[in-house]
C-alpha cells in the first residue's frame, strides 16, 4: 500500500469559465453548474472512501467555496482549513477579463497557445492600477510588492508554488493525513508537473477539468504510484479535458 493519499480537485465551473473569459487572480464566483459539480466532486470522494483529514486552498472564492461544497458532500466540513495565495490561480497577466475566443482570433492561434500553455512564456502584465488588477487588494497586503505578480508563466507558478508543496502540504502528508488540494487549473498544473516529473514540453497537453478529484496513491519518496493520477469519474473527465483544451475555439 502506498503510504501518501493526495487528492487534487480543480473549483467547479465559475462565472468566467462559461463565459469563456480569462480568470487568473480576478476573483470571481462559481456559477450553478459549478457548485453542482463540487458537491458531486464530494459525494465521489465518499463513494470512493477517500476521506479527507486536511484540506488546502487558494485565497480565491472559487476555489474555498469547492472545496466546502465537496467536503459538505463528503460529510467532512469539520476538517482543519489552510489557504494560501501560493495555490492562487495563474496570474494571467493583461489577458483577465479578456474573451478566449476572441483573443485566439485577434492574435493567431501560435501566440495564444503560447501564452496559453507554454512553460515560460508570460501574458503582458497587468498594470497595478488596472481595471482587473488585485494589487491592492487587501488579501494580499501581507505580500511584500515584489512577490505580488502582474502575470505569470507557468513556470514562475511553480517556482511560487512548490514552497508551499514542501512546507505545507508534504508536512501533512508525513503525519498520514489523506490531503485535499483544491485550486486552480494552472496552479494544479504546476503541481501535478512536479508530481509526475512532466517535461517543459509536454505540460502544455495536460488540461485539467472542473470539479472531478484526481487521486494520487504516492510512494515514500512522493513520487506517484498511479502515475498521471486517477480521476474519480474517469469518463466524464475524459470529455471535460478536451473542453478545457479546445476552450479557445467556442465562442
Ligand atoms: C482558468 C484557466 O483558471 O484557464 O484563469 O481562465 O482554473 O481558475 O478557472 P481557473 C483561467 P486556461 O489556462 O485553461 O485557459
Known amino acids: 500500500d502506498a503510504p501518501y493519499k493526495l487528492i487534487l480537485l480543480r473549483h467547479g465551473e465559475s462565472e468566467w469559465n462559461a463565459k469563456n473569459l480569462f480568470t487568473g487572480w480576478v476573483d470571481v464566483n462559481l456559477n450553478e453548474k459549478g457548485e453542482k459539480e463540487a458537491v458531486r466532486g464530494g459525494e465521489l470522494l465518499k463513494d470512493a472512501g477517500l476521506l479527507p483529514d486536511v484540506v488546502h486552498t487558494s485565497l480565491q472564492k472559487r476555489a474555498i467555496r469547492t472545496a466546502q461544497l465537496a467536503l ?23 489577458l483577465q477579463g479578456k474573451d478566449k475566443a476572441q483573443t485566439l482570433a485577434e492574435f493567431g492561434e501560435e501566440q495564444f497557445m503560447l501564452w496559453r500553455r507554454s512553460y515560460d ?29 502582474q502575470t505569470e508563466c507557468l513556470k514562475d507558478v511553480v517556482v511560487r508554488m512548490l514552497p508551499y508543496w ?9 503525519t498520514g493525513r489523506t490531503v485535499l488540494v483544491a485550486a486552480h487549473g494552472n496552479s494544479l498544473r504546476a503541481l501535478v508537473k512536479h508530481l509526475d516529473g512532466v517535461s517543459d514540453a509536454d505540460i502544455a497537453g495536460l488540461n485539467i477539468p472542473t470539479g472531478i478529484p484526481l487521486s494520487y496513491e504516492l ?8 502515475s498521471g493520477g486517477t480521476y474519480l469519474d474517469p469518463e466524464a473527465a475524459a470529455a471535460a479535458i478536451e473542453a478545457v483544451k479546445n476552450q479557445g475555439k467556442k465562442k
Open 72 to 94: 459538505e458532500a463528503a460529510d467532512r466540513l469539520w476538517i482543519p482549513v489552510h489557504r494560501t495565495w501560493r495555490l492562487n490561480e495563474r496570474h494571467y497577466g493583461a
Open 121 to 149: 512564456t508570460p501574458p503582458p502584465p497587468l498594470d497595478r492600477d488596472a481595471e482587473y488588477s488585485q494589487f491592492e487588494d487587501p488579501r494580499y497586503a501581507t505580500l511584500p510588492p515584489e512577490l505580488r505578480p
Open 166 to 174: 514542501f512546507d505545507g502540504i508534504v508536512p501533512d502528508l508525513l
Open 219 to 226: 510512494d515514500a519518496d512522493f513520487k506517484p504510484v498511479n
